[in-house]
């Protein structure tokens, strides 16, 4: 079993940065793949970043390459989302997910744990 819990997110203007961490409980972190979704009002949840067990492979949705960066400190169970270049439509709750999976993947329904979600809102 493994619980997630994500921090990090708030209010920012369009062009600025945040970033998201996710605290995992249990001592399997490491062979867990980790991903980040997001989930905007109205919407769907969609795939953001990911990364595999060893953080040899990352994993990014079109929309962020480029802005956004995955990392993960497994002697501290926990995964990053490093966010530049912030943009209005990049509105929306993150949620941190965990694979037993340990390859990483686009897909949620691999995805076995969820956190709870932080909100992140950009402004114009």
């Known amino acids: 079993q493994v619980q997630l819990v994500e921090s990090g997110g708030g209010l920012v203007q369009a062009g600025g940065s945040l970033r998201l961490s996710c605290a995992a409980s249990?001592?399997?972190?490491?062979?867990?793949?980790m991903g980040w979704f997001r989930q905007a009002p109205g919407k769907e949840r969609e795939f953001v970043a990911a990364?595999?067990?060893?953080?040899?492979?990352?994993y990014y949705a079109d929309s962020v390459k480029g802005r956004f960066t995955v990392s993960r400190d497994n002697a501290k169970n926990t995964v990053y989302l490093q966010m530049n270049s912030l943009k209005p439509e990049d509105t929306a709750v993150y949620y941190c997910?965990?694979?037993?999976?340990?390859?990483?993947?686009?897909?949620?329904?691999?995805?076995?744990?969820w956190g709870q979600g932080t909100q992140v809102t950009v402004s114009s």
């Open positions: 997910a965990a694979s037993r999976y340990g390859g990483g993947s686009y897909y949620y329904n691999e995805y076995h744990y």
């Open positions: 249990g001592r399997t972190f490491s062979s867990y793949a």
């Open positions: 990364i595999n067990w060893n953080a040899m492979s990352t």
